[in-house]
C-alpha cells in the first residue's frame, strides 16, 4: 500500500494529428499539475486537500475547460460547475451554474463544509461565494479568444461539441449536422487520489459542453455519475455528461468492486465498456494504490503517479483499445 494520484483534462475524439500548440501546453500542464499533486502527498496532505489543489491547478490553465479554460453557452456565458468528495466520510459538496467564481471546486468544498447541503447551483451558488469571500471575476475573465471562435464554429455547425472537436469546415457543416451523433463529446478535469494510509479523496470540474443551452448541467457536479469516493476507491470521470449520469459511471466502479469483488482495473474497464463508445472516460485509484485510467474514445489527457516510482503523462492508447 502506498499513495497513488491520477488526474485527467478530458477525453473524446482526440486525432493524432492534434497540432503542437494544442497538445503540448496541455501536457506540460497536466506534468505540472501531477507534480503539484506528488509534492502534496509526499508532504502527507490528506487526499481532499489533495484533489482540491490539484484541480484548483487544472482550473488556472486556460487550455483545460475549465474555471479560465471554460467553454461558452449557446449565449456566449460561462456555467462552470464542480464536485468534490472525501472517501472516509463520504461527505460530498457540488456547485453549477457559476459565472464570476475563479475556482468551482473550491466552493464545492465549501458547501460540503459549511453549508448542510451537497449542492448548490447558479444564483444561490454566487451569493453564497460572496459570502464566504471566495476569488471571483469579472465574467470576461473567464471568456477567451479562443473560447469565442469555438463558439462561433459550434453555432455556425449547428451542433453542441467539447473541446477537442476538430473545427467543422463550412461547406460540410450541413452534412455534420445531420449525423446521428455526430457531435463532439467531451472536456472536464479532475483529479482523484489516496494517501499511504488508505484515505480517499476525488473530485471534477468543467466549463460543460460548447454550445450548450444556458441552465444545462453535466455529469462533472453529480455524486456518482461524475465524481465518486469510498472507503474502496475514487474515481473522477469525463466525457458526455448525459451518458455519464445515465450510467451513473463513478459509482458503478465501486459498486462493481463491492459486489463483483473485481479489481480497480477491473471494474473500470468493465463500468466503460458499458457506456456506447466514444463517450466515456475515467481515472480512479484504490484504497491499495492502485490507478486505473480507461475510456472508450479516442483519447484521454491524463497523468498519474504512484509511491512506487511510476509515473506517465499520456493521451492515447487506452487499456479498452
Known sequence: MGWAIALHGGAGDIPHSLPPDRRLPREAGLRHCLDV???????????LDVVELVVRELENYPHFNAGKGSVLTSSGTVEMEASIMDGKSKKCGAVSGLSTVVNAVSLARLVMEKTPHIYLGFHG?????REQGVETADPSYFITPENIERLK???????????????????????AAT???????????GCVAVD???NLASATSTGGLVN???????????????????????VSATGKGEAMIRGTVARDVAAVMEFKGLS??????????????????????????????VFN????????????????????????K
Open 153 to 175: 464554429q459550434a453555432q455556425d455547425a449547428n451542433r453542441v461539441q467539447i473541446d477537442y472537436t476538430q473545427p467543422v469546415q463550412k461547406e460540410a457543416k450541413d452534412a
Open 264 to 293: 480497480l482495473k477491473e471494474a473500470a474497464a468493465y463500468v466503460i465498456d458499458q457506456v456506447p463508445p466514444g463517450n466515456a472516460g475515467l481515472v480512479a485509484v484504490s484504497s491499495t494504490g492502485e490507478i486505473a485510467t
Open 297 to 320: 474514445t479516442t483519447g484521454m489527457f491524463r497523468a498519474c503517479a504512484s509511491e512506487d516510482g511510476y509515473s506517465e503523462v499520456a493521451i492515447w492508447d487506452s487499456p479498452l
Open 179 to 189: 449525423v446521428p451523433n455526430g457531435d463532439s463529446q467531451i472536456g472536464t478535469v
Open 196 to 198: 499511504s494510509e488508505g
Open 125 to 129: 451558488a454566487e451569493a453564497f461565494a
Open 212 to 234: 450548450k443551452m444556458a441552465g444545462r448541467i453535466g455529469d462533472s457536479p453529480i455524486i456518482g455519475a461524475g465524481t465518486y469516493a469510498n472507503h474502496l476507491c475514487a
Open 37 to 47: 499533486g506528488i509534492a502534496a502527498l509526499k508532504a502527507h496532505k490528506h487526499p
